[in-house]
T-cell receptor, first 115, second 112 residues
Framework: GAGVSQSPSNKVTEKGKDVELRCDPI?????LYWYRQSLGQGLEFLIY????????KSGLPSDRFSAERTGGSVSTLTIQRTQQEDSAVYLC?????????????FGEGSRLTVL | DAKTTQPNSMESNEEEPVHLPCNHS???????IHWYRQLPSQGPEYVIH???SNVNNRMASLAIAEDRKSSTLILHRATLRDAAVYYC?????????????FGTGTRLTIIP
């Protein structure tokens, strides 16, 4: 029984480079969430997918951030022209149904360090 | 967005009960109350959720005030493995929209 899988687990990049973070949700989960957690802080909501559709993109910090989901499964979070303030742990979660009745299952996160 | 307020930190002795409070005075009628916890260097994990009635599961109990403006997560017998950050969150829903907004949570320290 695989849980939510995220890759890479650690990524170190230089300022100005683009990065892609991948999330493999639990099979059959229709809802997928991306969060960001800076050191010692709480979770910052980024974006939510229901199927392949993202109804609300207002949580993305800037237009350098984008996310997509294909086939109702794998999701990719892309950060263009990375900045040092993008350094954080990026967490993905999936849910079999709407979160008011079901729980979110989180991955271990992708730790991004921008030098 | 409906907001929650939690103490930044709490301490408890091992093998004693722990009551973690959460205020959510602006909760709407259809908001569910969820609790998650985050162990060091891990993603958050689900603990419990409820709407109006108190809830029990193998991990904890959730006591919800009659006016739903506050709730309390109860760990009946704390162990060292319960040391974590505990988040109380509300579903924040717009039609066709869905997000769970986490705050900074309560950091629970268990004293051996």
């Amino acid at each position: 029984g695989a849980g939510v899988s995220q890759s890479p687990s650690n990524k170190v990049t230089e300022k100005g480079k683009d990065v892609e973070l991948r999330c493999d949700p639990i099979s059959g989960h229709t809802a997928l969430y991306w969060y960001r957690q800076s050191l010692g802080q709480g979770l910052e909501f980024l974006i939510y997918f229901q199927g392949n559709s993202a109804p609300d993109k207002s949580g993305l910090p800037s237009d350098r951030f984008s996310a997509e989901r294909t086939g109702g499964s794998v999701s990719t979070l892309t950060i263009q022209r990375t900045q040092q303030e993008d350094s954080a742990v990026y967490l993905c979660a999936s849910s079999p149904r709407f979160a008011n009745t079901g729980e979110l299952f989180f991955g271990e996160g992708s730790r991004l360090t921008v030098l | 967005d409906a907001k929650t307020t939690q103490p930044n930190s709490m301490e408890s002795n091992e093998e004693e009960p722990v009551h973690l409070p959460c205020n959510h005075s602006t909760i709407s009628g259809t908001d569910y109350i969820h609790w998650y916890r985050q162990l060091p260097s891990q993603g958050p994990e689900y603990v419990i959720h409820g709407l109006t009635s108190n809830v029990n599961n193998r991990m904890a109990s959730l006591a919800i005030a009659e006016d739903r403006k506050s709730s309390t997560l109860i760990l009946h017998r704390a162990t060292l493995r319960d040391a974590a950050v505990y988040y109380c969150i509300l579903r924040d829903v717009d039609f066709g929209n869905e997000k769970l907004t986490f705050g900074t949570g309560t950091r629970l320290t268990i004293i051996p």
